[in-house]
């Protein structure tokens, strides 16, 4: 019997359910605002572990932390409590000084490669290189520099924001090494990041997103 491996919710009536999670294929970092009684389908769908936490004070886990399964990267707004959960589930992470704290939204990373947004400076790149082990890139998807917002990845594809340019497009597929797909989610958003919660074994998607978007995102990422 096949498993499951799509959930289509919304979180307290919020259908950018990326904004509330950040996952990979060891465990699932979630908002203590997303309702508990969701936590066990999170589970079931993503298949790892999920601790529920808070960045900064506020649920919008997706939306300040980025990373790979070796290395989870934390805004300075962290707080001492927060870096306690990470550390309590031995969870390897670094901390990030600079202003740009949303790290969520600013970069895609793999576990060998990542692209970030050009507002990080020199000082911000080696932070994250040192973290990460491998130099990351600057780069835009259409025109934004908001790439993590924008975009979600698996093993085996990235889909991201429908206007990207093919000269974008070349740079993500030669630094990531992924297939590149675009599409929408929760009926025409562009902002794929916000709106799909995803690892390399399942994914939670807006509930406001379409059949068409949802079959393909599907379909660019795990078929």
């Known amino acids: 019997m ?17 904004l509330y999670g950040y996952a990979n294929d060891k465990y699932c970092l979630i908002g203590t605002e997303v309702p508990d009684k969701i936590y066990k389908k999170i589970e079931e769908i993503l298949a790892v572990k999920v601790i529920p936490i808070t960045i900064a004070g506020t649920s ?12 989870l990267l934390v805004p300075n707004i962290i707080f001492p409590h927060e870096i306690a959960i990470l550390e309590k589930n031995k969870i390897p ?9 949303c790290l969520g939204n600013n970069m895609i990373i793999t576990e060998k490669s990542g692209i970030v947004s050009n507002d990080y400076g020199v000082k911000d790149i080696k932070q994250i290189n040192q973290a990460l082990g491998f130099e990351v890139v600057k780069a835009k998807i259409a025109s934004h520099n908001t790439l993590g917002s924008l975009a979600v990845h698996t093993k085996k594809s990235i889909l991201c924001h429908h206007d990207i340019s093919e000269e974008e497009a070349k740079t993500l597929q030669k630094i990531l090494n992924l297939e590149v797909h675009t599409g929408t989610v929760n009926m025409g958003s562009p902002f794929i990041g ?23 995102a599907d379909q660019v990422l795990f078929k």
């Open 2 to 18: 096949k498993r499951e491996h799509v959930l289509i919710t919304s979180f307290n009536g919020n259908p950018n359910v990326g």
């Open 60 to 71: 919008l886990i997706g939306v300040f932390v980025n990373g790979n399964s070796k290395k």
């Open 194 to 216: 916000a709106g799909i919660l995803c690892n390399s074994k399942g994914m939670i998607i807006g509930e406001m997103s379409g059949g068409p978007e949802i079959i393909n």
């Open 93 to 101: 992470f670094a901390i990030i000084d600079t202003k740009y704290t």
